[in-house]
């Protein structure tokens, strides 16, 4: 108030832009912000009582000032980088701030895990509101095994960090919240109780009897929305429909029809990215790439920038700090040149320091040191054998009839194939031109000795040609595919020697991507990572698999709580109406 009023003059001053008011809907022509430290402390047409000597001045003449912008949901470990190099690669690309699920690494390391990024995240200019995972393992122990588990005690706990840990992250194992599972019933009810909201994750049919069931457990928030109809059912039962444009989960351009052509109110969408590889970010953008999608999509660009800030930010209850720029708000400021629906970020000020200019960080953050058992959680030795990934079959030949999980382009769903596959020695014997990989699932975690192996369609490799990986969603235990047995464990025992990360092995070589953190994320700088991310994509492309980013599609194929047919370190998984349940590799004819 001393600032606003002049009796202390500003720390900066953000001069004659246009602003971009979502509060109102509103483009205000020559107006100005005046900041102290981190906060606004002024907004309006008149500053220069406010400028000192030692004030800074940034001049916006011609640019746009808007709101720095909010992703409402995001997994870090998904970008492949760590906190500190996240926010390099998104704050000069206008992302100031998000609401963080770090559940892969909760997966491996449970609540040590949130609090280790919780800690790099406070290192940062990013204004990053972390969730408590909810689903630990994801769909239950019975299903897979995972590094660790969060319980109702770990949830109660974690929200007495601080408010910074802002709610509880997508609470996927939605049939146990419906069908009233004791564990996820005690862990909304501590997230309840700290007076914190749930989000949620629940993709059975939005006409089914079963989300308003959901709904009533507390949960708020849902980005499962893939199609219009998904939206509209959310908002109605009072809950916030999130809008995702992934890497490879194109969901905005079908589900913002709930808006262009049905006419529902936006004040309860989002936009958000979920999963964003590092590669993707250097090409193509974070959430400054989501809005300038949604407006291409026919959405007003101050309306697409409402569901990418002030909506976000009400989500959450945190909109007296950041989604706005007006008195009081933290001063995450975009100047943005051009056409607002360009969404060309020349400046990003974070908490008032101007820390991003022309698509470059201007400030150096601190560096984070991980523990050395968060670099080393690889439990598995690398001696893995061709045989490990034969399928032994009921017969002895002919052709025996098998449950496949098919995989589509740019979509997170995977419908299951029956097929009849040739059988010799009482084993699977794929055809060269069959268009079908083995798939297997090794546990690294606990050193149980569990593997399982199975059939997956349309990966499109046209060679000899093999995938690991320990990103594997969501227990993240290594994850196989390939066309031979042989290229398949060379793939494996790369990724197990690199303690971590990537591997596409072809009859040419190996192409490697080291993600030592975890499992999950590079130790190396933004820049790097994102070129050995590509470098994968190329590996795989010259194999063969053309997928749009292939990686995060292969990622998700262990994820067992996303219809209808994926594969754990037990064995094949189904969701059906009836919910989830483990389905043998062979059908009866």
Not at 138 to 164: M, N, Y
Not at 181 to 203: C, P, V
């Amino acid at each position: 108030m001393s600032t606003a009023r002049g009796d202390v003059k500003a720390s900066l001053v953000v001069r004659n832009g246009n602003l971009v008011n979502v509060v109102s809907g509103e483009l205000l022509p020559d107006m100005s912000i005046a900041v102290q430290g981190s906060r606004i402390a002024y907004v309006g047409k008149e500053v220069s009582h406010l400028i000192g000597p030692k004030t800074r001045i940034v001049d916006a003449k011609g640019k746009y000032m808007a709101p720095g912008l909010l992703d409402g949901h995001a997994h870090i470990e998904s970008t492949q980088l760590t906190v500190t190099e996240f926010a390099r690669a998104v704050l000069p690309l206008g992302t100031t701030g998000g609401f963080f699920d770090p559940h892969e690494m909760a997966n491996v390391f449970g609540i040590e895990g949130i609090k280790l990024m919780r800690e790099e995240g406070l290192g940062t200019p990013l204004a990053a509101y972390m969730q408590v995972a909810s689903c630990v393992p994801a769909a239950g122990s019975e299903f897979e095994t995972t590094g660790s588990s969060v319980e109702p005690e770990d949830v109660a706990e974690a929200f007495r960090w601080g408010p910074d840990m802002i709610g509880l992250g997508e609470v996927m194992n939605f049939p146990g919240v419906v069908y009233g599972d004791k564990k996820m019933a005690a862990i909304l009810k501590e997230t309840l109780a700290a007076g914190r909201i749930a989000d949620g994750h629940f993709t059975w049919p939005s006409n089914d009897w079963r989300l308003p069931v959901y709904a009533a457990s507390g949960i708020t928030g849902d980005h499962e929305c893939v199609t219009p109809e998904d939206v509209i059912e959310r908002i109605r039962l009072g809950m916030y429909a999130k809008m995702r444009r992934g890497s490879a989960w194109h969901d905005v351009a079908n589900t913002i029809r709930a808006h262009t052509e049905s006419g529902i109110d936006t004040r309860r969408m989002m936009l958000v990215t979920d999963d964003r590889s590092s590669e993707s970010i250097r090409d193509e953008g974070h959430m400054n790439f989501v809005v300038r999608d949604a407006i291409l999509q026919g959405v007003k660009p101050i309306t697409a920038f409402q569901m990418a800030t002030i909506n976000t930010a009400e989500r959450f209850g945190v909109s007296r700090d950041v989604g706005s720029l007006t008195p009081g708000s933290f001063a995450d400021i975009l100047l943005l040149d051009g056409r607002l629906a360009d969404v060309n970020v020349a400046t990003t000020i974070a908490a008032g320091v101007v820390v991003a200019e022309n698509g470059k960080m201007v400030v150096e953050l601190p560096a984070y040191e991980y523990p050395e058992k968060v670099r080393n959680s690889v439990r598995l030795k690398p001696d893995i054998a061709a045989s490990a990934f034969e399928i032994a079959a009921p017969i002895e030949s002919g052709e025996a009839l098998v449950r496949v999980i098919q995989v589509v382009e740019n979509h997170v769903e995977t419908p299951e194939l029956k097929l009849k596959v040739p059988v010799e020695n009482s084993r699977i014997a794929l055809a060269p031109n069959s268009g079908l990989c083995k798939i297997a699932v090794l546990e690294r975690h606990k050193e149980t000795g569990n593997r399982s192996v199975g059939l997956v369609a349309n990966i499109g490799f046209s060679k000899p040609a093999a995938i690991a990986m320990t990103v594997a969603h969501d227990s993240h235990n290594v994850l196989i595919i390939g066309n031979s047995e042989e290229l398949m464990a060379e793939a494996a025992n790369e990724v197990i020697r690199m303690q971590g990360g990537t591997a596409v092995v072809t009859e040419e070589g190996a192409t490697s991507f080291p993600l030592r953190i975890a499992g999950l994320m590079s130790a190396e700088p933004f820049e790097v990572a994102a070129e050995q991310s590509a470098s994968i994509s190329r590996a795989l492309v010259s194999a063969g698999c053309t997928l749009n980013y292939a990686f995060m599609t292969l990622s998700l194929l262990a994820l067992v709580v996303i219809p209808t047919l994926r594969i754990s370190d037990k064995g094949l998984v189904r969701i059906s109406e009836a919910g989830i349940e483990f389905v043998p590799l062979f059908c009866e004819e």
